[in-house]
Nanobody, 124 residues
Framework: QVQLVESGGGLVQAGGSLRLSCAAS????????MGWFRQAAGKEREFVAA?????????YYADSVKGRFTISRDNAKNTVYLQMNSLKPEDTAIYYC????????????????WGQGTLVTIAS
């Protein structure tokens, strides 16, 4: 099982940008598909973005972030990123990184490893 540590959260004004990072332990990072999920106060955890294992050739995005967020991975650094642009107050949430061995999916139940989360707050 891989260990995950997120960073990069913070407080920004609406319209601003943030880049989240998720560093993974272990030497088999490329064998994991990675996902970003978020949970706003009082709401269920929801899918944000996911990227496929090995080369990251397949990427999925929630409709609410499509065109504004970009997921990427650097296997040499064991890190997955979430570039967030044109941020909106409704993007405010705790953002979690997750990993699963094999094929990329979009449901949280299929991910076995989770980070502790990083808080993103967007001021209007």
């Amino acid at each position: 099982q891989v260990q995950l540590v997120e960073s990069g959260g913070g407080l920004v004004q609406a319209g601003g940008s943030l880049r989240l990072s998720c560093a993974a332990s272990g030497r088999t990072f490329s064998s994991y598909s990675m996902g970003w999920f978020r949970q706003a106060a009082g709401k269920e955890r929801e899918f944000v973005a996911a990227i496929s294992w090995i080369d990251g050739s397949t990427r999925y995005y929630a409709d609410s972030v499509k065109g504004r967020f970009t997921i990427s991975r650097d296997n040499a650094k064991n890190t997955v990123y979430l570039q967030m642009n044109s941020l909106k107050p409704e993007d405010t949430a705790i953002y979690y990184c997750a990993a699963r061995a094999g094929l990329v999916i979009q449901v949280p139940e299929g991910f076995r490893s989770w980070g502790q989360g990083t808080l993103v707050t967007i001021a209007s």
